[in-house]
């Protein structure tokens, strides 16, 4: 496989990157500014993954969250399960962790499901990673998602993973983004499809 290279080496800058399964292709971004959610619409990529770029939480120690909706963003309320763990690591070094938070994980729910919690909102904070949902339009096949971020927590780092299911077999048609507190203060997210 040959190796491409990115000239506009910003996320934010990207509108296409072919990959061995096909393009990925930009299909739409949202910048944030005092927002109280970030929502997209959905098409008939086999996968989409979203980037989420210096988002900043307009309450301190705030929980960044997604949720599903199969009825075009009328209802944000699909059942899903799922599993919730996170690396820590102080600022000075004094202290480390890698933790299973089983009261995060979802069982069978229509809740939010939390991507990151805790997320400061001092001025120089901000949370960066990724969500991948994949097939969402199938009519046979609940579907799967797998995110990870990472954010500054009083100063220190917190790296927490995501996984799980839309136990649903209706094709998602749209995803909200929000922190549960407050207003995204600020931040872009970038969704792009793979076919």
């Not at 299973?100 to 400061?120: E, K």
Request: aromatic letters at 12%; proline letters at 3%; glycine letters at 6%.
């Amino acid at each position: 496989m040959a190796l491409t290279k990115l000239n506009n080496k910003a996320v934010a800058n990207v509108t296409s990157i072919p990959v061995a399964l096909g393009d990925m292709v930009l299909v739409s971004s949202a910048t944030a500014s005092s927002s109280a959610s970030i929502e997209f619409s959905l098409g008939n990529y086999k996968e989409y993954k979203f980037f989420f770029v210096n988002m900043h939480p307009q309450t301190d120690r705030d929980e960044f969250q997604f949720n599903l909706s199969t009825d075009n963003g009328a209802n944000y309320n699909v059942v899903k399960t799922t599993t919730f763990f996170y690396a820590f690591h102080a600022e000075d070094g004094s202290f480390t962790n890698l933790t299973y938070a089983s009261g995060n994980d979802l069982a069978q729910s229509s809740s939010d499901q939390l991507i990151a919690h805790n997320v400061d909102n001092d001025n120089d904070s901000n949370l960066g990673g990724t969500l991948t949902l994949f097939n969402p339009s199938s009519t046979t096949y609940v579907k799967h998602f797998l995110g990870v971020s990472n954010y500054m927590y009083d100063a220190n780092t917190s790296n927490p993973y995501i996984a799980g299911y839309a136990n649903t077999t209706n094709p998602i048609t749209n995803i909200k983004f929000l922190f549960a507190g407050g207003n995204i203060d600020a931040g872009k997210i970038l969704m792009f499809g793979i076919n």
